[in-house]
């Protein structure tokens, strides 16, 4: 029996319920540890962790800086970039090409490439930055981050 730690967390998947809790952050608190390094001080979280372990005002004003890549007149400019990207995924995993697991065939590769193009990361560098990025994000998760491998923890 594995027992969880930390204080946990919610997961809200209705509209209505994410608006009631970005209204309450006193209750519904990011910056203290919602996906994080478990042996990071909560208070350094919203710091070095990624904008999920934010609170405002510093999420919105990061969000502010990075939400122009994604305003609509952006999208626009790589919609069709993104459309054939997904169409050359789908006719390699519909030939037989993959593994047979989605968000390894499909779910990480798009927006991983995507990402990275925007971000002028050579194709050479996707499996390290999707290493990278499944570590920041994994937490403690043993799938991504061995539980006895705390060098990649650090």
Same mark, same amino acid.
């Given at each position: 029996?594995?027992?969880?730690? *930390?204080?946990? +967390? +919610? @997961?809200?998947?209705? +509209? @209505?319920?994410?608006?009631? #809790? ?8 990011? *910056?203290? *540890? ?9 208070? %350094?979280?919203? =710091? =070095? *962790? ?12 990061? !969000? !502010?800086?990075?939400?122009?890549? =994604? ?5 626009? !400019? ?5 459309? #054939?990207? @997904? &169409?050359?995924? $789908?006719?390699?995993?519909?030939? &037989?090409?993959?593994?047979?697991? =989605? ?6 590769? %798009? ?14 560098? +996707?499996?390290?930055?999707?290493? @990278?990025?499944?570590?920041? %994000? ?6 991504? $981050? ?9």
């Amino acid at each position: 029996v594995i027992a969880p730690q *930390g204080p946990g +967390y +919610y @997961a809200l998947t209705r +509209y @209505a319920d994410v608006v009631e #809790a970005s209204r309450r952050p006193q209750d519904f608190c990011s *910056g203290q *540890g919602a996906i994080s390094i478990p042996d990071v001080p909560g208070d %350094l979280n919203e =710091f =070095f *962790g990624s904008m999920i372990s934010m609170d405002d005002p510093r999420h919105a004003k990061i !969000r !502010r800086i990075v939400s122009r890549a =994604f305003s609509p007149r952006m999208i626009q !400019r790589f919609e069709d970039k993104v459309e #054939a990207v @997904a &169409g050359q995924i $789908v006719a390699e995993v519909a030939t &037989g090409g993959g593994t047979g697991d =989605f968000v390894q065939d499909v779910a990480a590769r %798009l927006p991983l490439k995507i990402i990275c193009d925007m971000m002028g990361v050579g194709e050479e560098h +996707y499996r390290t930055v999707l290493d @990278a990025s499944n570590v920041i %994000l994994a937490g403690n998760d043993a799938e991504f $981050v061995p539980v006895d491998d705390g060098e990649q923890m650090a």
